[in-house]
């Protein structure tokens, strides 16, 4: 019952993320395409991954669907977290550039990059997918096996997974940091700056708290996964459970990115309330449109007046 009722909230919660950013002109950011991306791969999971879970659970240890599906089922589980994780860390990049280098950052990202960083992440996700298909062994005679090469399983774990959570952590240890030195500089010489990156870094947070959701629902998973690895004793019937534990909570984080979304960014609240409400639309659509309006002219005249501040100087420093 929790797994069903987990696939419905994911599909209504990750639909509506990528309805709103589709319908609302101010939610197609960079940051937001690889937010799509991943509640793509958070809808996918749902569709594809879960059910065959179900099924494991329900007939554990036997494995009623045949060796070629159950290598399916591993492979589409590979694609899709790997796919997670590099949107999220392309997430990171981007928050990083856009306070790191805030003046210079349409020159760093631009819609020819954020296309082919989706294509190479999707590309290199599914390619992953296909080499595990092929380099699994399909368990015989109804009986659940997963033997995979233990470099290849140890890369897919560490390289794939907790490499990019450890970038992600430094991405945004550098971004806490900049935090601090902008919080000193509000109200001193070179305020459009500050300005700028101030609303840089409300978008960081808000999409470090998505990030650290993830890190948090995926990282008991795959710690316990890197721990049966180095050492198969340590597979007992208590690590078992556990293990079983922790994968539901990996899977209850692709419910939750939407609720995440709608309590920490303040666009995708305003965006649900015009979608549901039509009386919040007709009264304060004329108002939203002239905030975005001044928004963008203030975040312009930031770029374009900062370059006589010593922009490089002051980022520099913080």
Known sequence: VFMCLLIVASLLGNTLVCTLVARSQRLQTNSNFFVCSLAISDILVSVTVIPFDIVYWIYFPRWPLGGYLCNL????????????VLNLLAVSADRFIAV?????YESFVFPRVVKYSLVAIWGYSVGIGILIFFILVPPRDEVYSFEM???????LLVGNVLAPFILMTTFYFKIYLIARGHAKRVGMKGKSVCDLIGRELRVAKALGIV??????????FEVINVMILLDEGVETCAVEVADTVFCWLAYLQTALNPVVFALTNSEFRRAFCRMFSPQFHGNSSSSLNSTNKQTEQRENSARQGATNEKPDIVIARL
């Open 73 to 84: 089922w591993n492979a589409l589980f590979f694609v899709f977290l790997s796919a997670s």
């Open 100 to 104: 790191v280098f805030a003046l210079r």
């Open 149 to 155: 090469n233990p470099l290849l399983h140890g890369y």
């Open 211 to 220: 990030i650290a959701t993830f890190v948090l629902c995926w990282l008991p």
